[in-house]
């Protein structure tokens, strides 16, 4: 597993990190929110369950009031929950801090995908799916999990990252701990977007990948956040606490 992107984040990020502590973490079923005492918020998706106790994290009920340097480095860890725990911090830091233009423009619109396109997508985004089929193009999407019918392996869809002309790429691979991989595996594509509220907006760390946009999520109203990730609330829930924005690389 390459977590050279989580690396890079951490090593941007730590000096910042070190100047703040985190107020507040929630760990819910869908995404985890860590809120620094300044009441910046960052997000990032929760990995399933997959320890057999009822301790998910030995760490809990200590987290709150540590230095934001201490979770930021969980996001270069072997467990998944951790780089969870350490991209919502960095997404945390990112938004404290000066960020560079984004727009509010919806995705596709952005793409411009045309019926000549090859479309290619890592992860399943629901919302997206019947707007480019509609579009006649070619279509392929990519999980880890592809037991849904006509959905491709990883395996299978590395040639499909190597030739397709527009790529969407979730945010949670750098959970899953493969966004490497899929930056590795894209050919030239005219467009390539990380998408999702795990996204971060960090150009930096991925000006020597083919991506072109980060679409990502910026917390607006840190309190609604944490009480629809407690609550076990995902995107649909969390639309009117942050703004989706686009920034193009």
Not at 60 to 74: H, I, V
Not at 99 to 108: I, Q
Not at 141 to 148: A, F, K, W, Y
């Amino acid at each position: 597993m390459s977590l050279k992107r989580q690396n890079a984040l951490v090593e941007l990020l730590n000096v910042s990190a070190k100047e703040q502590k985190v107020a507040d973490v929630r760990i819910g079923l869908g995404y985890t929110a860590v809120c620094l005492e300044k009441h910046q918020a960052g997000l990032a998706w929760t990995p399933p369950r997959t320890v057999g106790c009822c301790t998910h994290l030995p760490l809990a009920g200590t987290l709150a009031g540590r230095p934001a340097s201490e979770l930021l480095q969980m996001l270069a860890s072997e467990q998944p929950l951790q780089r969870t725990l350490g991209l919502a911090t960095a997404n945390a830091l990112l938004a404290a801090g000066p960020l560079p233009e984004t727009s509010r423009e919806e995705v596709l619109d952005g793409l411009k995908i045309t019926a000549e396109d090859h479309v290619a997508m890592v992860g399943y985004f629901g919302p997206l799916v019947k707007r480019i089929q509609k579009i006649g193009c070619r279509f392929d999407i990519i999980e880890l999990d592809s037991s849904r019918p006509g959905v491709l392996n990883p395996e299978q869809g590395r040639a499909v990252l190597a030739e397709c002309s527009v790529a969407i790429l979730t945010g949670t691979s750098l959970v899953t701990g493969t966004c490497d991989e899929l930056l590795n595996d894209l050919g030239q594509p005219r467009e390539a977007v990380l998408l999702g509220p795990s996204a971060p907006f960090c150009p930096q760390i991925f000006s020597d990948t083919p991506l072109t946009r980060i679409a990502g999520a910026l917390v607006l109203d840190a309190n609604g956040v944490l009480q629809v990730v407690s609550e076990g609330g995902g995107t649909p829930r969390l639309k009117s606490h942050v703004s989706f924005e686009t920034m193009i690389l």
